[in-house]
């Protein structure tokens, strides 16, 4: 569980993180809402998940809210028995 | 009634959810033409109030130029009002043709195709010349219409962090197997002020095969030394696919955009662009000001001229003043206080003051990054510069910001 789930956050901190933010983020972090990842850039960790875990991931499931931590996308990906 | 209470009470709270959030936008009302001195009735009923405008895209001052005017003039008077049609069954005049013939000339392309807007030009290109086998791989701080642009495309989508090409080079990398790349990028960011680094772009563009776009609505006729936009201050001219730009801004501010680039995505847009095919025609009175809006600044360059002494004058007197500003290039400038409240009470300060410029933050700009645009004109004169600094320092003082960091600036009002 937290191989998946810090393999997530690593992706998120080199994604979306410049090299001067100080925040640290971690499994509960509010990743749209906190405006770490905006809707239009959240296409890339989609991209992500569904290449790492051999999925497709449909528009119904991929919403701001099931982005918007890491705890929340595990919880996604759960249903697609990726755990 | 089909508009029943309960509907009008679901859109109600909508309304009420947005004015909660303090992104409710209010029009203000000016009762003059464009320029750097406007008349503003704000709030709406309130007495008019004569300001200096620093939030116009009039960066050229040629939106009431009176040659402008006249030539428009010109064109009502000889080709009429509307066309009461779309370009492809009765909306073409010679007009349309030469405008699409000198903005072919001006931006160094192969060829152009007019749209209403440049948001109907982002809105179509990408579905006319994409589809699922082709990836679009955007910068994170792309205009609004890309976005939408992106949206309505089929082909897959995937983004990079602003202006960086190490991370856009890994996306190319990732993305390599699709049949055609398109890097996607706005010339000059309109909230930042700052410039693509189009010619390291075009360099990975060439390294894997890769298409690049690029919207130049806040470049085209006064970045670069001849006003040829972000590709010749980058020195790419020619090497750009596709290039979308506006007539709504420096180009005369009236209305209209277009797609310019290789022939063959200009023709596929004419075949099958859909904001192009199913809006009407742009109407000749703006057609006949954008042509001479065009021969003033092919002739001359005596306007990007004035602009960039403008821009250089502005930039130089904040920093001296002790404001933080971003930095760049361009006719943008950010004055940064980064606390939301304290740029809606700086601006506020500043329109009382008889300075008309905008205070922008979270979700417009990332949060703790509030800011106030200002943006130069030709058509401001020094006089102009400096009753707007005196307001800027006058602000300053009272909020005790100038020559305060960052992180001063976020201990005293929060991020």
Redesign the interface.
């Known amino acids: 569980m937290s191989d998946i789930k810090n393999a997530i956050l690593e992706y998120i901190k080199n ?2 993180l ?1 090299d001067e933010d100080e925040d640290e983020i971690d499994f509960d972090t509010p990743l749209i809402s ?2 770490i990842v ?1 809707s ?2 959240m ?2 960790l989609k ?1 992500f998940l569904e290449t790492s875990y051999k999925i497709q991931l449909p528009d119904s499931k991929a919403t701001p809210d099931a982005f918007d931590s890491v705890n929340n996308i595990y919880k996604l990906l759960k249903e697609f028995n990726i755990q | 009634m089909a508009f029943q209470d309960n509907i009008r009470n679901i859109l109600k709270n909508e309304l009420d959810d947005i004015r909660d959030s303090g992104i409710f936008k209010e029009e203000r009302i000016i009762c003059t033409p464009q320029s750097s001195e406007v008349e503003v009735e704000f709030p709406a009923g309130s007495g008019k109030k004569n300001v200096i405008n620093m939030c116009a895209n009039n960066y050229l001052g040629l939106s009431s130029h009176p040659d402008v005017i006249e030539s428009a003039h010109k064109g009502l008077d000889h080709r009429g009002y509307g066309l009461s049609s779309v370009r492809f069954i009765c909306g073409t005049q010679d007009i349309h043709k030469e405008l699409e013939k000198k903005l072919t000339k001006f931006l160094g392309t192969e060829d152009t195709i007019l749209f209403p807007s440049c948001m109907d030009a982002n809105a179509g290109v990408f579905e006319a010349i994409l589809s699922e086998e082709d990836i679009m791989i ?1 910068d ?1 701080l792309v205009h609004a219409s890309i ?1 939408d642009g992106m949206r309505l495309c089929k082909a ?4 990079y ?1 602003h202006s960086n090409m190490t991370h856009l080079e890994e996306k190319l990398k990732l993305h390599q197997g699709y049949r055609l790349k398109v890097i996607i990028t706005d010339g000059s960011f309109s909230m930042d002020g700052d410039l693509a680094k189009l010619d390291k772009i075009v360099e990975l563009a060439e390294k894997y095969g890769a298409m690049v776009f690029l919207d130049d609505s806040h470049a085209s006729g006064f970045i670069g030394k001849t006003g040829r936009g972000t590709q010749e201050f980058c020195d790419v001219v020619g090497k750009i696919d596709i290039i979308t730009t506006t007539l709504g801004k420096a180009l005369g501010g009236a209305s209209g955009g277009c797609v310019s680039g290789r022939k063959e995505i200009v023709e596929l847009c004419r075949q099958k662009a859909r904001p192009y095919l199913f809006s009407n025609t742009i109407p000749p009175v703006v057609v006949s000001g954008a042509i001479k809006v065009l021969d003033i600044i092919s002739k001359t360059t005596e306007r990007r001229d004035k602009l960039e002494e403008n821009t250089n004058f502005w930039r130089k007197s904040l920093i001296e003043a002790g404001f933080i500003i971003k930095d760049g290039e361009t006719p943008i400038v950010p004055v940064m206080l980064f606390n939301a409240k304290l740029s809606q009470d700086i601006a506020k300060d500043l329109y009382n003051n008889g300075i008309y410029a905008v205070g922008f933050f ?2 417009v700009v ?2 703790g990054q509030a800011r106030i645009r200002t943006q130069l004109s030709a058509a401001h004169d020094i006089h102009h510069l400096e009753k707007a600094l005196e307001a800027f320092v006058k602000a300053g003082k009272k909020y005790d910001i100038l020559g305060k960091s960052k992180k001063e600036i976020i201990e005293m009002y929060g991020d």
């Open positions: 994604e979306y410049e906190g405006g905006d239009f850039s296409v890339s991209v | 955007a994170r976005v897959q989508r995937d983004t962090k979270f979700p990332p949060k």
